[in-house]
């Protein structure tokens, strides 16, 4: 059975930072590109960060663009995503993305950014 688990969120002020991590179970995450997804109440659910199978190759929406940084550990099958300077429009449910053959979602982390 697949699993992606997400852990790492919560509550933090403006200017804060958290790490978010997805651990995967029952794939090899190594033969899949992995992302990280956020939805905000009443929005879309938007993709912000990617990263390659080798972890050669990220990319970011310009919002997150300088202050979130994806990586991988393929050996610990482990996505992780460190978000720093965090504004309160960064507040989301956030979810961890794994593409190959097939696509499969965790079940999301909270993450809320207020004084």
């Known amino acids: 059975q697949v699993r992606l688990v997400e852990s790492g969120g919560g509550m933090v002020q403006p200017g804060g930072s958290l790490r978010l991590s997805c651990a995967a179970s029952?794939?090899?995450?190594?033969?899949?590109?992995m992302s990280w997804y956020r939805q905000a109440p009443g929005k879309e659910r938007e993709r912000f960060a990617r990263?390659?199978?080798?972890?050669?190759?990220?990319s970011y929406t310009d919002s997150v663009k300088g202050r979130f940084t994806i990586s991988r550990d393929n050996a610990k099958n482990t996505v992780y995503l460190q978000m720093n300077s965090l504004k309160p429009e960064d507040t989301a449910v956030y979810y961890c993305?794994?593409?190959?053959?097939?696509?499969?979602w965790g079940q999301g982390t909270q993450v809320a950014v207020s004084s």
């Open positions: 993305n794994a593409r190959g053959e097939r696509v499969y």
């Open positions: 029952g794939l090899s995450s190594s033969r899949y590109a």
């Open positions: 990263i390659s199978i080798t972890g050669d190759s990220t």
